[in-house]
């Protein structure tokens, strides 16, 4: 090989090798988004019932007054 193929050679080898550290690096920030568990988590149901603030004409609307025999 004459002294200007090896020039050429090994400028062609340092362009592949940035290249392919440039892809091959992580990029700024990319470990910042977390991924998504792989089990979801668990619902969470309300507790309560949901009548604190609910009237007891509401609540109690469909039963009957008492001695209203019908």
Known sequence: ?????AVVVR???TVVSTVAKS???????A?????P???????VRPQGGGTQNTPDES???????AGDER
């Open 23 to 29: 892809v091959l690096a992580p990029k700024p920030g």
């Open 31 to 35: 470990a910042l988004v977390a991924d």
């Open 59 to 65: 609540l109690f609307a469909a039963t009957p007054p």
């Open 37 to 43: 568990p792989l089990i979801p988590e668990d619902r």
């Open 1 to 5: 090989m004459s002294g200007l193929e």
């Open 11 to 13: 400028l062609a080898s």
